[in-house]
T-cell receptor, first 110, second 114 residues
Framework: KNEVEQSPQNLTAQEGEFITINCSYSVGISALHWLQQHPGGGIVSLFMLSSGKKKHGRLIATINIQEKHSSLHITASHPRDSAVYICAADYMNTGNQFYFGTGTSLTVIP | KAGVTQTPRYLIKTRGQQVTLSCSPISGHRSVSWYQQTPGQGLQFLFEYFSETQRNKGNFPGRFSGRQFSNSRSEMNVSTLELGDSALYLC?????????????FGPGTRLTVL
């Protein structure tokens, strides 16, 4: 079954803290995507990963294909990072259709 | 480049009516995917169009349909609306198929069914 599990569901951090959000998927994937959704609904694609690690500014995404697990890290968190972070799996057995995690609501307090 | 646009942004309908939502992708993008987002079910894939052909469809009833035009603009239609169809409907475009390319999301259409 093409499931995606994400944790934690909610996260509150102090400004400057290092944050980790986890995502697990069930079977082989073509790619794992990390998305950011701000209040109001707009979604931005942060990373598309099929192996290894990617970095963009203070955001780092990693994936372990053998363990079927991905993490999104935010270094030196800032209040503007407050958003919902969603992982999405593009499974090989379906292809080109995403299965989404339930999202992690992050609040960074100044 | 202009981003993905969706019209209308807000819509109120009553049960039994039908609705058509529109999505204009980024210029040059050939793939458009549609998603439904609700508080209970989260984000769910509806369908994907590429070069005017539906390539994938999610687990939704036949009341949900769509099409893509030669200029890549896409519409989705929901017939015989139910209360449970109230949701944020998002479209996303990419130059190539979503498995191989970053998707760019529109702002969404918030549909309320009364």
């Amino acid at each position: 079954k093409n499931e995606v599990e994400q944790s934690p569901q909610n996260l509150t951090a102090q400004e400057g803290e290092f944050i980790t959000i986890n995502c697990s998927y069930s079977v082989g994937i073509s790619a794992l995507h990390w998305l950011q959704q701000h209040p109001g609904g707009g979604i931005v694609s942060l990373f598309m990963l099929s192996s290894g690690k990617k970095k963009h500014g203070r955001l780092i995404a990693t994936i372990n294909i053998q363990e079927k697990h991905s993490s999104l890290h935010i270094t030196a968190s800032h209040p503007r990072d407050s958003a919902v972070y969603i992982c999405a799996a593009d499974y090989m057995n379906t292809g080109n259709q995403f299965y989404f995690g339930t999202g992690t609501s992050l609040t960074v307090i100044p | 480049k202009a981003g993905v646009t969706q019209t209308p942004r807000y819509l109120i309908k009553t049960r039994g009516q039908q609705v058509t939502l529109s999505c204009s992708p980024i210029s040059g993008h050939r793939s458009v995917s549609w998603y439904q987002q609700t508080p209970g079910q989260g984000l769910q894939f509806l369908f994907e169009y590429f070069s005017e052909t539906q390539r994938n469809k999610g687990n939704f009833p036949g009341r949900f349909s769509g099409r893509q035009f030669s200029n890549s603009r896409s519409e989705m239609n929901v017939s015989t609306l139910e209360l449970g169809d109230s949701a944020l409907y998002l479209c996303a475009s990419s130059a190539r198929r979503p498995s191989t390319d970053t998707q760019y999301f529109g702002p969404g259409t918030r549909l309320t069914v009364l």
